[in-house]
């Protein structure tokens, strides 16, 4: 008994010693860790790492996880072509350790050393941006603070890029499209309280309360629409769980504190990385959902305005999603992205 | 000279002397039966630490410090109506997720256990301690310069605070085992400036050092308590 915990320990130690585990497959699933400021990142590539093009999730949230977008029209469709980087950001899904503040700069670091960390991987792949709604925040200023010179090409899902100016959008879509319902008398009460809700706040508002107000009702308002197909709920922390063997605790601890971080109370309405953005001379790809009240689809039109370079830019909005199409029609979606990257590698 | 209002007193001291002298392993009135060990020995526990989805083991030496009786007097008879024990745990383990980590932790439990009636007894566990992950991939780190390397080692050390709350079950001829169950929360921290909550279940057998295993005699003192 006495020779059990040092066994205990020796066992432990020799389980987690540090070897390199890289596949270079057709049909590869690895995983591995990105320490970086304070928090080890969690990284599962998936595919075809043969390819020589790796296409990295930057998730919603903040809080989300990547795996969420690991649906099985993303096994069909991607994964079979090119290698899928899901990557968690740091106090999200299956990412550890003690981050401290979270903050734009430390988020955007982080995606940078996960880009260098999966280049060093895999003989230099082609890094492909797939972001969705934060994540387009995020990926915006990734761009502004480090430039375009290590990625490939920016698909931009349902993403913000100036937040009160995205949040805007959606109180006023909120209102004209609620104002149509109660015309025609769907959901009249529901609509009047989300319309009068929205009303009552200012343009522009920066306003961390009334922000999340707007943010929570374009999230409650999908579940009136009939025209969305395939809602799935974006907290199925259960499937993620299973899949990728994380804690439910940890993962709804990360979500807790994300969500309630001096970082979405304080800084993440002031980031603004438009203009910046619009300098990018990479290939992009905008695509909206048609119902999307969070991150509406007027945010093509904003950026369309201001791009210095249109001619490798394009937008899709599909007509049956919220604001996550990958999982509202992921048959589409991912046959859309696949061959985006396609024609423009 | 004896007062009235001293015999409280009193008849508390001659309980506690006759549990002494006579060294009783147990008691009883006309219709039940209180365990009391005789001796405070040291216990080895070992148990499984972990939950539906993820494993872990964990040992402990158990230290018994104080056992307080709980005695009912009335005028026919006075009887111990309850035991409580309390003594202090100290667990080294882990726990095992697949891709994820493993968790090693060493923790300070001060117990309760409240001695029933019947074989099963409840039981808490107060604790703290001191717990490091080992992730259970490979990790790289970016360094300034931009080179890459693999971290050795990888993880992080976090402070602990357990609660846990569950039952003892002490075999009616074995008394120098226990097995016992409980649900123990670890909170670990800090974790990303916050606390990290870790349900687990618990379950394992704990056996008595320097007893062996069939041997220990419990006698039945009845009338010792019987005033």
Redesign the interface.
């Known amino acids: 008994?006495k020779l059990?915990?040092p066994i205990?320990?020796l066992l432990?130690?020799l389980?987690?010693?540090?070897?390199?585990?890289i596949t270079l497959s057709p049909n590869a699933n690895d995983?591995?860790?990105?320490?970086?400021n304070g928090?080890?990142l969690r990284v599962n590539v998936q595919g075809n790492t043969l390819s020589g093009i790796m296409v990295v999730i930057v998730h919603g949230g903040p809080g989300g996880w990547s795996s969420l977008y690991n649906t099985p029209e993303a096994d069909k469709y991607l994964e079979s072509n090119y290698a899928i980087a899901y990557y968690d950001q740091?106090?999200a899904g299956?990412s550890?350790?003690?981050?401290?503040?979270l903050s734009m700069e430390t988020y955007s670091t982080d995606l940078?050393?996960v880009i260098?960390?999966l280049r060093?991987?895999y003989n230099n792949a082609k890094i492909m941006l797939l972001s969705h709604s934060f994540g387009g925040l995020l990926t915006g200023d990734y761009f502004s603070r480090f430039g375009q010179t290590t990625v490939s090409g920016w698909i931009n899902s349902d993403g913000a890029l100036n937040f009160a100016q995205n949040s805007e959008f959606g109180r006023q879509y909120l209102i004209s499209y609620g104002e149509k319902q109660i015309a025609l008398g769907n959901k009249k009460d529901e609509w009047t309280g989300i319309v009068n809700t929205c009303k009552n706040i200012p343009a522009f508002s920066t306003s961390s309360s009334e922000l999340s107000t707007i943010n929570q009702n374009g999230h409650k308002v999908e579940d009136y629409i009939d025209s969305i197909t395939n809602k799935k709920s974006s907290s199925n922390s259960d499937y993620f769980?299973q899949q990728?063997?994380?804690?439910?605790?940890?993962l709804y601890?990360?979500k807790?504190?994300s969500e309630h971080s001096n970082f979405i109370k304080n800084e993440i309405q002031k980031v603004d990385v438009l203009q910046q953005t619009a300098q990018l001379t990479l290939p992009r790809l905008f695509i909206y959902g048609n119902y999307d009240f969070v991150c509406p689809k007027d945010n093509i039109k904003a950026y369309k305005n201001i791009a210095v370079y249109v001619i490798n830019f394009s937008s899709f909005v599909f007509a049956g999603s919220g604001h996550s199409p990958m999982l509202n029609q992921p048959e589409e979606f991912n046959k859309l992205v696949a061959k985006w990257i396609k024609d423009n590698l | 000279m004896l007062h009235t209002k001293n015999i409280s007193r009193y008849i508390l001291l001659v309980v506690y002397t006759c549990l002494f002298i006579y060294g009783n392993s147990q008691t009883q009135n006309t219709d039940t039966t209180i365990i009391v060990r005789k001796d405070t020995m040291c216990s080895?526990a070992?148990s499984y630490t972990g939950n539906t989805?993820?494993i872990g083991?964990q040992?402990g030496l158990y230290i018994p410090l104080k056992k307080k009786l709980h005695i009912q007097q009335s005028k026919q008879y006075t009887q111990v109506n309850r035991v409580v024990e309390k003594g202090l745990l100290i667990n080294?383990?882990?726990h095992?997720?697949?891709?994820?980590?493993?968790m090693?932790f060493l923790t300070a439990n001060y117990t309760q256990e409240w001695l029933s009636k019947r074989n099963t007894h409840l039981y808490t566990q107060l604790g703290i301690g001191i717990s490091r992950?080992?992730?259970?991939?490979?990790?790289?780190?970016?360094n300034p310069n931009?080179n890459?390397q693999?971290?050795?080692?990888?993880?992080?050390y976090?402070a602990m605070l357990n609660l846990a709350t569950g039952v003892t079950y002490t075999p009616t001829k074995i008394h120098s085992i226990k097995f016992f169950g409980c649900v123990t929360m670890h909170t670990y921290f800090?974790?990303?400036?916050?606390?990290?909550?870790?349900?687990l279940l618990n379950v394992g057998i704990q056996q008595r050092i320097n007893t062996p295993l069939f041997k220990t005699r419990y006698t039945i003192k009845t009338k010792a308590l019987l005033l």
């Open positions: 008994m059990f915990i205990l320990f432990a130690i389980t987690a010693c540090q070897k390199e585990d995983i591995f860790y990105v320490r970086t928090q080890d740091r106090s299956g550890q350790g003690n981050a401290g503040n940078k050393n260098a960390v060093h991987r769980a990728n063997n994380v804690p439910a605790a940890s601890t990360n807790y504190i | 080895i070992m989805t993820f083991l040992v080294a383990g882990g095992y997720i697949n891709n994820y980590h493993t090693l992950t080992l992730l259970d991939e490979e990790t790289y780190q970016v931009g890459i693999l971290v050795k080692n990888a993880g992080s976090y800090p974790y990303n400036g916050f606390v990290l909550f870790r349900p």
